[in-house]
């Protein structure tokens, strides 16, 4: 049974830095690509970015483009979003989700349980 | 970007009665290559995270119960729960995988009436 963990959430100034963390277990992290997806308070899902098995190949939502860096550990079977610039439209649950299908762009099978991240002065 | 539209917001139904929600998107996710739509569907209740119920449109992962079922193909696709029960309640996402950006409809609130 896939185990993922986000950390790393908080409350952090507009314009500052965060860095989130997902560890992942219970399957071979280095077989798949992952992903981050965003829940704002009360609202719908989206997407913010995806990291290929390997790393070679990152893609954003433009959003978040040029802010945030998706990067994996798969040493440490470890996802990591480093957001920078942050704005208060960045306040959310921020989850990791783990694709049905290895090394592909798919739908999400299973889902961390999510760390809060709020940008307020 | 695929923009993927939700109907309704919201429904109320009664407990062993239909639910039926709709989802549509601004262009077809139905990839030729492999005859198959590229389109999800989640639950997801208050607190936790999404749930996946249904992928390729019409595939019930594991585990779920076969009251829900999924329909459709190209743009317009379906998410039935043929017997609502008490533990449906939830908000209901389509997601398409077809391109990025991935992207979700803005959800269904399910309710019992």
């Known amino acids: 049974q896939a185990q993922l963990e986000e950390s790393g959430g908080g409350v952090v100034q507009p314009g500052r830095s965060l860095s989130l963390s997902c560890a992942a277990s219970?399957?071979?992290?280095?077989?798949?690509?992952m992903h981050w997806v965003r829940q704002a308070p009360g609202k719908g899902l989206e997407w913010v970015a995806f990291?290929?098995?390997?790393?070679?190949?990152?893609y954003y939502a433009d959003s978040v483009k040029g802010r945030f860096i998706i990067s994996r550990d798969n040493s440490k079977n470890t996802l990591h979003l480093q957001m920078n610039s942050l704005r208060a439209e960045d306040t959310a649950m921020y989850y990791c989700?783990?694709?049905?299908?290895?090394?592909?762009?798919?739908?999400?099978?299973?889902w961390g349980q999510g760390t809060l991240v709020t940008v307020s002065s | 970007d695929i923009v993927m539209t939700q109907s309704p917001d919201s429904l109320a139904v009664s407990l062993g009665e239909r639910a039926t929600i709709n989802c549509k998107s601004s262009?077809?996710?139905?990839?030729?290559?492999?005859?198959?739509?590229?389109l999800g569907w989640y639950q997801q209740k208050p607190g936790q995270p999404p749930k996946l119920l249904i992928y390729?449109?019409?595939t019930r992962e594991s585990g779920v119960p076969d009251r829900f079922s999924g329909s459709g193909s190209g743009t317009d696709f379906t998410l039935t729960i043929s017997s609502l029960q008490v533990e449906d309640v939830a908000v209901y996402y389509c997601?398409?995988?077809?391109?990025?950006?991935?992207?979700f409809g803005g959800g269904t609130k399910v309710e019992i009436k």
């Open positions: 989700a783990k694709p049905g299908v290895p090394g592909a762009l798919t739908y999400f099978d299973f």
């Open positions: 219970g399957f071979t992290f280095s077989y798949y690509g």
């Open positions: 990291i290929s098995y390997d790393g070679s190949t990152k």
């Open positions: 262009q077809s996710v139905l990839y030729s290559s492999n005859n198959k739509n590229y």
């Open positions: 390729w449109a019409s």
């Open positions: 997601q398409q995988y077809y391109s990025t950006p991935l992207t």
